[in-house]
DNA sequence: GTCTATACCTGGATAGAC
DNA sequence: GTCTATCCAGGTATAGAC
């Protein structure tokens, strides 16, 4: 990773790995040795795993609330945003089969370790909802669109559970109609 | 526990364990405390941790197995017993709340840890899956009866995603709802 | 800032007495 | 069947040299 301090670049590498191979799992070794310096070096830059957890947290808020600013841009229309949502289930669906949802993963990993993050991981689902939530709202949904917000992020989750599970793109490719189709029959509701 | 014997116990802690802390969270010190035996003791019933998790997959098939066994005699028509499977979420919240779906959350736990018994533990999904399916081509929907077994497995892991996350009754309930007249359709449709 | 060396603990696993 | 004692690997964390 050029131009990248050590600390940018622990950070980056534990939250690929706690993705990939949950957070307790990812050893200190492990994060050192995939970023390329020793194990007392990492000391220098995070003092306790938890720090390193914090920390992973922090960026992964920031890149989602750019990725959500991103499609307040790319999409025209409320309906449009909300498909963008959406869309996730595909674009990262190779890593979805493997890992799961990085956020509903992580959460309850942190919830059964009965963790002191896990209300800082939370914010990520509250992220999630809130933005949702102000769309379904922009689409003429004043009445649920809390409602509608929580339906479809459960939908998705259980999409990338389900497709975790049984590695199969069928069926996301299926899910992710429905919830298309869904989504427009709401946005015609309203209008 | 009374009548049963040390090895039943093991398991059946193992297996309340596994659910409440995660099986790499969970020790054999924590398990054997539970139990009230010491350490050494264990391995005379258990070699490896391995072992354990696979006793502990296997009471959960035979538990599921006898679970919709059970069903199968409560529910009149195949939407009743379809219901049962979406009761659930109710029936369990409390722990579901807590500590979210026991299956979900150890095929995600294992999927992460690349262990060797992610498959086994996927069984217990394909059990519910199957007889989903089962119930929906008894509905009248041979054509599509797959799918909305995976729609719904898909849904339920949802909600209990959520519900962890959240601590939310209100929603659970909605959802349980939903998920209610969303089978009523579905057989409505068949008839 | 980066390294080596090392202390310390936990957890899985074994041996052997009772 | 149950116990104590013990070993060993791996993981967190610290000290201190360079």
Not at 7 to 32: N, P
Not at 61 to 90: K, S, V
Request: charged letters at 25%.
């Amino acid at each position: 990773m050029p131009g990248k301090t050590t600390s940018e670049q622990i950070v980056e590498t534990a939250d690929r790995l706690f993705y990939e191979k949950g957070y307790e799992h990812t050893s200190f070794a492990d994060i050192a040795a995939e970023v390329g310096i020793s194990r007392g070096n990492f000391y220098h830059h995070f003092k306790t795993k938890d720090a390193i957890l914090n920390a992973v947290i922090d960026l992964r808020l920031i890149n989602t609330r750019a990725m959500l600013e991103q499609w307040e841009q790319d999409g025209q229309t409320p309906e449009d945003r909300i498909r963008c949502f959406i869309r996730i289930l595909i674009t990262n669906q190779t890593k979805i089969m493997e890992y799961g949802c990085p956020v509903g993963t992580l959460v309850s990993e942190l919830a059964k370790l009965n963790h002191a993050a896990l209300a800082d991981a939370n914010r990520l689902f509250t992220l999630f909802r809130d933005w949702l939530s102000l769309q379904f709202k922009a689409l003429g949904r004043e009445e649920d669109a809390e409602e509608l917000a929580m339906h479809l992020l459960a939908r998705s989750q259980g999409v990338a559970t389900l497709a975790n599970a049984f590695h199969d793109e069928t069926f996301i490719r299926a899910e992710v109609d429905a919830l298309s189709m869904w989504l427009h029959e709401r946005a015609r509701e309203a209008a």
